[in-house]
């Protein structure tokens, strides 16, 4: 199958790590895709979207300019869109995309007899709407608060609608990186580029801990220069990592700390989860609407770990120290996890769905 994907591509957001995923995993199965991306210049315009230092693969083309408004007139090499053929066309739908710009282009290639399929990764109704403006045949959406807080609201038809899960990324590496500093300790790791803001808890709750084990360390990995805390026991290095890396840092900690806001007002998944909960270490983060599907009990532990406040936080920290039972209960949760919401199977039910389309057309 020849698959056109319109999106993001090689950068640090949750838009390109989708996509990324998917057409890697189709490559990889023998498919073809062209991905039509935007100009970095534009997208890095975005606080969300960081260009990663690697060169793009041979079959990505950066031929639109993003805007501040989908209405805005923005730039579209149109001739590189209508040059190719497809089987499908896949568009990662997300509010910088230059709606008006598109919108003719996108009903060429759907007259043309290609199928178009839109991935809505918008969190509410007011930057959803100018989405929908996109001619598709099928609207995917990653959980039913999609459909309940913003198409139903749109009314969109729901007849076109399809959930399918946000693919977990499972990277082809078994390597462990350890820091020497951690020999004999407990070693909580982060990584990222969140607002200082949200490392807060974090901070207070491991000081606490400390108070009566110092053997604590913290290890915080950012691309955006460091966070303001100055304590013997956190080390913080600069750095955007592949996902490999990543997975080797993560694999030598013994938990991830994932700084996230509550979201409240959002329907927003977080990818971050999808991007590292294959790694086998435990990812502890705060309760609220990026989790609220993620699967747990009611004091929180699952697949991942919620907690509410500090003082919350602080309790499970200690728990999951002393309880290796726990531990490993939280850990098995997530390869199920794993398993069930797999790049794999997801990008799988994207080729049946696309097969639907195609079938149902003729």
Not at 5 to 12: E, F, G, K, M, P
Not at 93 to 117: C, D, Q, W
Request: glycine share 6%; proline share 5%.
């Amino acid at each position: 199958m020849r698959i056109g994907i319109l999106s993001r591509w090689n950068a640090t957001c949750g838009v390109s790590l989708h996509a990324e995923a998917l057409g890697r995993e189709w490559v990889g199965k023998g498919h073809e895709i062209l991905v039509l991306a935007p100009l970095e210049s534009t997208a890095d315009a975005d606080w969300h979207h960081r260009h990663l230092d690697v060169a793009d693969e041979p079959w990505v083309r950066r031929v639109y300019a993003e805007v501040n408004n989908p209405f805005d007139e923005g730039w579209v090499n149109v001739e590189e869109f209508l040059m190719h053929r497809f089987d499908v066309f896949l568009i990662e739908g997300y509010f910088r995309l230059p709606v008006r710009a598109l919108k003719n282009i996108v009903e060429k290639i759907k007259k043309s007899g290609t199928p178009v399929v839109l991935v809505l990764h918008e969190y509410n109704v007011e930057r959803s709407k100018p989405l929908m403006e996109l001619p598709s045949d099928a609207i995917v959406v990653f959980d039913e608060r999609f459909i309940r807080e913003i198409l139903q609201p749109l009314k969109i038809d729901l007849g076109k609608v399809r959930v399918i899960s946000y693919p977990v990324l499972r990277p082809n590496t078994r390597d462990v990186v350890r820091p020497h500093f951690a020999e004999g300790k407990t070693l909580f790791f982060s990584f990222g580029r969140q607002p200082p803001e949200e490392y807060v808890d974090f901070y207070e709750a491991l000081r606490t801990i400390r108070r009566s084990d110092g053997d604590v360390l913290y290890w915080i990995i950012r691309s955006d220069g460091e966070l303001p805390f100055n304590e013997g026991w956190i080390y913080q290095w600069r750095e955007r990592p592949s996902l490999e890396k990543l997975y080797s840092y993560l694999r030598g900690s013994d938990f991830h700390l994932l700084p996230k806001a509550r979201g409240e007002g959002k329907v927003v998944v977080s990818s971050t989860i999808y991007q590292t909960i294959a790694s086998g270490t435990p990812i502890i983060t705060r309760d609220g609407r990026y989790v609220e599907t993620i699967p747990t009990d009611e004091e929180g532990f699952g697949a991942i770990v919620k907690y509410r406040d500090v003082s919350d936080l602080v309790h499970k920290i200690e728990l999951l120290m002393k309880d290796e039972g726990l531990r490993r209960r939280v850990i098995d949760e997530a390869l199920k996890f794993t398993e069930e919401f797999s790049v794999e199977k997801v990008a799988e039910e994207y080729l049946n769905l696309f097969t639907e389309i195609l079938l149902s057309s003729h």
